[in-house]
């Protein structure tokens, strides 16, 4: 019977599978639908927030649309900069950090994890809406229900990996594009013939408007509604965080994604507006905006009452639909690698960087998926409020990125002659952005906008603790390496030859550190004299940091090997025979399991030595970020039959 994991998530990755990289990259096309979606099925609720903030100022939707579009172009050439200066990905974590400081990263990078959650709670709740606008009314009290089981099921399906989630739901994306191509050009066609009265309306419109109010009033009223369509520029980002899954050559590859994304983009949202004034669309109760665009373009057609009519909106709904779920893959590919990018910073804990048997974030989809869940609940999927909550971070992130970009080329402006070729279009990203920043905080901060700036300002403060608990433990262990770094023993003219059938201790370690040598020289104290051989151990953990490329892969394999050897020299100048054993792997436990079993075959009176950290007061906080990886072997060891001692190292006064 096949094992149940293996059905649900499928088969382990091999690691030293030479052709593993290309395989799980994306190329340009498949980076537009995993990330690109974000962004393009914004459109679903972007525009329609826009459209409302109007009020009954709808001619003001001619001049929305233009700037929507150049909005959208001018984002992502921005973006497409900060591809080619950070070619290895990170986004507007990596470029707060490097350009604005550490601090600055760690509020884009919490900004970008509440964003990338409400992503995926924002995308479920549009899409189960959409689906909605074709049922009755009395079936509402089901779309939470259905928002949360839709969750379960994507959360299962990035778990088997970022390439086969892609290709799953690629069909999805290409009937989106086909019904909403026919849907706006067609409603564009089918209004051109009321661009004479719509012209007379947008110029009449405009005087008598600005006669009533004002300039400046005029230009608040649509700054405001441009601002509260803010979502639809949500997705941009997403395909500089994603780079590192893309194919090679990544940088190119990014270029042409981001083109992909803003002309998509720019074409869905800015041709549903003036589709919404071209056709009189108006607000419908139980429908979104899209569902009635859809019904009064079949009815211009007099197709409303036919059947091809219906199917063409139930298509156009469904297909807007799933592409929402669609666009929650963002969420589950950027975020759990902006997750992995903070951990390895230590602002987050260390093991949400390592990777699952399949090569994903397998604790990063988790807590995505766990946290989407919570957010849904607390706003029972209203989109209206998602949308709100959503826009805050994003444009915070954004903001933070361009600024940093302005920096960065001020500063190689010596280094760049085109520098002044590019510092405008981040200083008007820059503009852009923090306007409707500020606009959306001052107009929506009582519905919703409060509560992410807590969440946010909340996470901030918990990364700051635990990198400052990371930091406290590195000083301690650099203490211990610095003093056990050298310490004496007694030459041996020729190593001594192992005997398997002595006692053997297996000593397992990570790396050549104070740590190991601290563990050798415990079970010399406690065991005087009694092991003949020791083994040591090690396991080179592939995560998010290294695994980026065959070269590391190889790199890491061979620094593993180096340390070992360092310990195997120490133990003939303590005068014990040793040898060593060793393995890459994505999971520690599992790994260290089987070459410890292996092990002992060998070497049949083995006794296997695992180190843990303790400290003086021991709290959740700390087991969270200090993984229980010895006490998981042992478990596991002595099941099997193999003694296994874990040996306490204490961390000074922590």
Same mark, same amino acid.
């Given at each position: ?20 990289? !290309? ?5 340009? =096309? ?13 459109? *679903? ?30 984002? *992502? ?8 200066? =950070?070619?290895?990905? #990170? ?35 549009? %899409? ?11 079936? !509402? ?47 564009? =066609? ?24 004002? @300039? ?33 050559? $990544? ?63 139930? @298509? /156009?709904?469904? *297909?807007? +639909? ?27 804990? !260390?093991?949400? *960087? ?19 869940? +919570? ?18 971070? /994003? ?25 002044? $070729? ?55 262990? +650099?203490?211990?390496? &610095? ?5 004496? #023993? ?6 001594? &030859? ?19 040598? !601290? ?7 406690? =065991? ?43 133990? $003939?100048?303590? %005068? ?11 999971? /520690? ?7 410890? $079993? ?43 039959? @193999?003694?296994?001692? /874990? ?8």
């Amino acid at each position: 019977m096949p094992d149940l994991k293996n059905v649900l998530l499928g088969r382990p990755r091999d690691i030293w599978d030479p052709k593993i990289f !290309h395989r799980i990259s994306l190329v340009a =096309f498949l980076a537009w639908v995993g990330l690109g979606a974000d962004g393009l099925s914004s459109s *679903s609720y972007g525009p329609e927030q826009a459209f409302l903030a109007l009020g009954s100022h709808k001619y003001l939707c001619v001049y929305l649309a233009i700037m929507m579009a150049a909005t959208v172009f001018i984002i *992502s050439y921005a973006y497409s900069r900060i591809i080619e200066a =950070f070619p290895n990905g #990170g986004g507007g974590y990596l470029v707060a950090t490097k350009l604005l400081g550490d601090w600055a990263g760690l509020t884009s990078g919490a900004a970008l994890l509440v964003d990338y959650v409400l992503t995926i709670s924002v995308s479920i709740a549009s %899409g189960v809406a959409a689906i909605w606008s074709l049922l009755p009314p009395r079936m !509402h009290h089901m779309q939470l229900v259905v928002d949360v089981l839709v969750l379960v099921l994507l959360v299962l399906l990035n778990l088997r990996g970022v390439k086969e989630s892609v290709q799953f739901l690629s069909p999805i994306f290409f009937l989106f594009l086909i019904t909403h191509v026919i849907l706006i050009g067609g409603g564009l =066609f089918e209004g051109a013939r009321h661009v004479p009265e719509l012209h007379r309306e947008v110029t009449q419109g405009t005087r008598a408007d600005l006669a009533a109010m004002g @300039l400046v009033p005029l230009l608040l009223l649509f700054f405001r509604a441009y601002s509260l369509g803010g979502g639809t520029y949500t997705g941009i980002e997403a395909v500089s965080n994603g780079l590192p899954m893309m194919r090679e050559p $990544r940088v190119e590859t990014g270029k042409k994604t981001m083109v992909l994304v803003a002309v998509s983009l720019a074409f869905t949202a800015g041709g549903i507006l003036l589709c919404y004034l071209l056709l009189s669309v108006f607000p419908q109760h139980g429908k979104t905006m899209n569902a009635a665009l859809a019904e009064a373009f079949v009815a211009g057609l007099h197709f409303g009452s036919t059947w091809p009519g219906r199917i063409f909106v139930i @298509l /156009v709904l469904i *297909s807007e +639909a799933l592409l929402l779920f669609v666009a929650s893959q963002s969420g589950f590919l950027a975020g759990p690698r902006i997750m992995a990018n903070m951990a390895v910073d230590s602002w987050f804990p !260390h093991r949400f *960087s390592a990777l699952s048997e399949r090569l994903t974030m397998q604790n990063g989809v988790l807590l995505m998926g766990f946290a989407a869940l +919570a957010t849904l609940v607390y706003t029972r999927g209203r989109v209206e409020t998602l949308v709100i909550m959503y826009s805050i971070n /994003v444009f915070l992130t954004f903001s933070l990125a361009q600024l940093g970009m302005i920096r960065y080329w001020m500063e190689a402006r010596r280094r760049h002659e085109h520098w002044k $070729r590019h510092v405008p279009i981040h200083v008007v990203g820059f503009l852009l952005c923090a306007g409707i920043l500020l606009v959306t905080i001052f107009e929506k901060f009582t519905e919703g906008g409060w509560v992410t700036l807590a969440i946010t300002g909340l996470l901030v403060l918990f990364c700051s603790r635990v990198r400052r608990h990371y930091r406290q433990v590195a000083g301690t262990m +650099a203490e211990l390496d &610095e003093i056990l770094a050298n310490i004496p #023993g007694h030459p041996t003219v020729e190593p001594r &030859e192992l005997n398997p059938s002595a006692p053997t201790a297996v000593l397992l370690v990570s790396g050549y550190n104070g740590l190991g040598i !601290h563990s050798l020289l415990s079970l010399l104290r406690v =065991f005087p004299n009694h092991f003949a051989n020791v083994v040591f151990v090690a396991v080179g953990v592939l995560d998010s940091a290294n695994f980026k490329g065959a070269e590391e892969t190889a790199a890491l394999n061979a620094k593993t090997e180096e340390d070992l050897k360092k310990y195997v020299d120490l133990a $003939r100048r303590l %005068g014990m025979a040793a040898t060593i054993r060793f393995a890459l792997d994505t999971e /520690v436990v599992s790994a260290a399991e089987k070459l410890c $079993r292996d092990v002992h075959k060998e070497f049949p009176r083995a006794i296997v030595f695992a180190s843990k950290l303790i400290f003086r007061r021991e709290t959740a906080f700390q087991g969270m970020l200090h993984n229980e990886t010895a006490y998981a072997i042992q478990r596991r060891l002595q099941f099997s039959g @193999l003694q296994t001692i /874990v040996l306490p190292l204490r961390v000074g006064s922590l």
